[in-house]
């Protein structure tokens, strides 16, 4: 492997990436959509909890998840929603641009690369959404409130985002593939966001699912980055207490990243053997 | 008018064109809006007994049901987001795959395309949510109470009015602002918020329920919440359907306006056509 040559082709995608992002959020682009949505989204959490309950924490939940307050725990759990979104949907998203402007057979046709290019192409979407992620957090502590441990807990929850999109690249990496069989890829995105919102619990807890439906809630690497994130910032657990999720999630990155490049190139291949890389 | 009927034919036409080519939008049109509706229960049952959020909805609403009224709530914003990509983006798409031009210069009434843009997805996306609700409703439980027909069928015929013409608004507006897929994206969780989809708008401070009486389709989500679950009448819903009614002809009126701007400045700028 030429490693100068594969770090080539990761900068100038990632640079191109990053630029392609900037340019397609305006000014206004920015403010509606990393200021106006979780605002909006957060606020409808505020509402449901005063609804239910005087103090905005119903005995329920707390009794049911030993958090003390539900708009915290809504707060994590939203700002983790571009994780997921991101990993579903940028790669895919990537590759279907580079089709619709009839640049991909191009980059095929290159001695790139093929893992190199992706991973930067996600790479740098994931720089969108870890800004996105501290965004929430932190309009979340000025605007309602959002208090968490400090110190080591907010490295530990880092740590736990981080192995958790790393864990997810494996899962882009699929979508990639997908995009170029089955074309709009924002499809499978669009389509998967409300399935891991509900099962991840994202907005309230898992274990508020029916008993058959709880498993599912295990297969995703976003439920155990979740726990790991709002369990260190909100009730101070450390490393030792978090060892069996981090664990999960690195069984999860180890396993799902070549699985996710295997079914990326048997994709690719498909696409090639029927002429649909260059339709869209 | 034989003309404008063209026109109105050829973008039904072009879209169902579409519509059968990417074929997974349709399962993805079944099955999200029912698991947002299983979201938007969860969120109320996963945090409190049944109890607490019956009595909640009575303090706000006369009646302890909620499951009624968020699968409809659902309902009324799915075909608020179909009418915002379909006939709010009409005229963005166009520029994204580099026609915006030739209809511009085409003698084809802008304003007749975006509305057979968005009628169009009205029809192609209301099957699909009609069928989803009744999914949601057989899971879920949902007792309908009817008592006046034609307060159903007035209401939701003037809340898809009322969307077509925030359609028609929509289109000129996302172009215009030269940040479409963002503010598409952005403006339909405030919708959510202030539309009252996941609770009463009664639940809201009252400075933040006068921009939700400023958003035609809290109207519209009010009527057929009111006719199908508590048999309300057309005389008992004029409250809510007269100013439904106003919203649908002023974002109409605006719409035409929005979409002739933005044609001008199109030409006089030449620089819509650049991202």
């Known amino acids: ?280 | 008018m034989t003309a404008h009927w063209r026109t109105f034919r050829a973008s039904i036409f072009k879209n169902t064109r579409i519509s059968l080519t990417y074929r997974p939008w349709l399962i993805n049109s079944l099955v999200s809006p029912v698991i947002w509706i299983a979201i938007s229960i969860f969120t109320y049952v996963g945090i409190a007994s049944p109890q607490a959020i019956g009595e909640g909805f009575r303090e706000l609403t006369g009646s302890p049901e909620f499951t009624g009224f968020l699968i409809l709530g659902q309902t009324i914003y799915s075909f608020f987001t179909a009418m915002n990509w379909r006939g709010g983006m009409a005229l963005e798409r166009e520029r994204f795959y580099g026609t915006f031009e030739m209809i511009l210069l085409s003698p084809a009434n802008r304003v007749v395309m975006v509305l057979g843009e968005a009628i169009w997805g009205m029809v192609d996306s209301g099957w699909v949510i009609f069928l989803t609700t009744l999914i949601a409703s057989l899971l879920f439980g949902l007792g309908f109470n009817v008592t006046d027909p034609l307060a159903v069928v007035g209401g939701l015929a003037l809340t898809f009015l009322a969307m077509i013409s925030l359609g028609l608004f929509f289109a000129g507006f996302y172009v215009l602002s030269r940040s479409a897929g963002p503010i598409a994206h952005a403006v339909q969780s405030p919708i959510r918020f202030f539309t009252g989809v996941s609770f009463p708008i009664s639940a809201l401070p009252v400075y933040l329920q006068f921009v939700s009486y400023a958003i035609p389709v809290t109207f519209g989500m009010t009527v057929v919440r009111s006719s199908l679950l508590r048999g309300g009448s057309v005389a008992a819903l004029s409250g809510q359907l007269a100013p439904l009614a106003v919203f649908t002809v002023l974002f109409f009126i605006l719409g035409v306006w929005m979409i002739r701007r933005m044609e001008h400045v199109a030409k006089s700028r030449g620089t819509l056509h650049t991202f």
């Open chain 1, 1 to 280: 492997m030429n490693v100068g040559k594969e770090y080539r082709t990761f900068k100038a995608t990632f640079v191109s990436t990053i630029k392609s992002v900037i340019r397609y959020y305006t000014p206004t682009g920015y403010v509606a959509s990393y200021l106006l949505l979780p605002i909006t989204m957060i606020a409808t959490a505020w509402v449901v909890s005063r609804i239910v309950s005087p103090t905005g924490s119903p005995d329920f939940f707390v009794q049911t998840t030993g958090y003390t307050d539900y708009l915290t725990f809504v707060i994590v759990g939203y700002a983790f929603n571009g994780v997921m979104f991101s990993s579903v949907n940028r790669g895919g998203e990537a590759v279907y641009r580079e089709q619709v402007e009839g640049t991909l057979e191009m980059i095929m046709l290159t001695p790139s690369s093929r893992f190199t290019w992706i991973l930067s192409k996600t790479s740098a979407s994931i720089l969108d959404t870890v800004f996105s992620l501290f965004t929430i957090l932190l309009l979340g502590e000025m605007l309602f409130g959002l208090e968490f441990h400090g110190g080591l807990n907010v490295v530990v929850a880092l740590a736990g985002a981080l192995l958790t999109l790393v864990a997810l690249e494996g899962v882009s990496l699929v979508f990639v593939g997908i995009g170029l069989v089955l074309k709009q890829p924002h499809v499978i995105a669009v389509l998967l966001q409300p399935v891991v919102i509900f099962l991840s619990g994202m907005m309230f807890p898992v274990e508020s699912l029916p008993q058959w439906i709880q498993p599912i809630s295990g297969a995703i690497p976003l439920t155990y980055g979740l726990n790991i994130v709002r369990r260190s910032l909100l009730l101070g657990w450390d490393v030792e207490m978090l060892s069996g999720d981090f664990l999960v999630l690195a069984v999860f990155a180890v396993v799902l990243i070549p699985v996710g490049y295997y079914f990326y190139r048997a994709l690719e291949k498909r696409a090639m053997q029927t002429g649909a890389i260059r339709t869209f």
